[in-house]
T-cell receptor
């Protein structure tokens, strides 16, 4: 069975600084997808970024980028120029052959002004 | 993209009663799922809602407790049966086109069981 692990329950960053959230996963599948979702207090899950496992190039979406290390089964999220609106709970998630999303435990990000 | 609406957004229920949560998607989606989330915790998959057939449940979840229907490609319901305080949680509906596609989520239904 696939598992996703986020070892940082809470992180904090100063506004305008950079922060990296960690995620590791375990799978025996060779073809899969990895995601980072953001959940603000409103509870709405928002897709931040997606990575296809077959792509070596790391995905980037504006201030958000990932460091995907397939051999190490690591998938970290880097947030540059942090903004107050980035404060939320961030979930790393795995999607394999079944199309189901398996989530990590989540990391609560605090942004300090 | 898809917009997912859930009803009710929140409810307070008495022990022993049942509540049905509705999930409506504004476009046809291949796959629909139901998740449970304790406040401040991660999302746990309850089941895959299959159109026109019985849902596929994850370990620890059974049909008698969480019956699910999906009559078409845009609508699903989750019933939480014979509720106890341990069922107090947020229940989220999600939908998408399957592999590689984004899963869209509703805003969740917060249930409190007294």
């Amino acid at each position: 069975a696939q598992t996703v692990t986020q070892s940082q329950p809470e992180m904090s960053v100063q506004e305008a600084e950079t922060v990296t959230l960690s995620c590791t996963y375990d799978t025996s599948e060779s073809d899969y997808y990895l995601f980072w979702y953001k959940q603000p207090p409103s509870r709405q899950m928002i897709l931040v970024i997606r990575q296809e496992a077959y792509k070596q190039q790391n995905a980037t979406e504006n201030r958000f980028s990932v460091n995907f290390q397939k051999a190490a089964k690591s998938f970290s999220l880097k947030i540059s120029d942090s903004q107050l609106g980035d404060a939320a709970m961030y979930f790393c998630a795995y999607m394999g052959n079944t199309g189901k999303l398996i989530f990590g435990q989540g990391t609560t990000l605090q942004v300090k002004p | 993209s898809a917009v997912i609406s859930q009803k009710p957004s929140r409810d307070i229920c008495q022990r022993g009663t049942s509540l049905t949560i509705q999930c409506q998607v504004d476009s046809q989606v291949t796959m629909m799922f139901w998740y449970r989330q304790q406040p401040g915790q991660s999302l746990t998959l309850i089941a895959t809602a299959n159109q026109g057939s019985e849902a596929t449940y994850e370990s620890g979840f059974v049909i008698d407790k969480f019956p699910i229907s999906r009559p078409n490609l845009t609508f699903s319901t989750l019933t939480v049966s014979n509720m106890s305080p341990e069922d107090s949680s947020i229940y989220l509906c999600s939908g998408g086109q399957g592999r590689a596609g984004e899963l869209f989520f509703g805003e969740g239904s917060r249930l409190t069981v007294l």
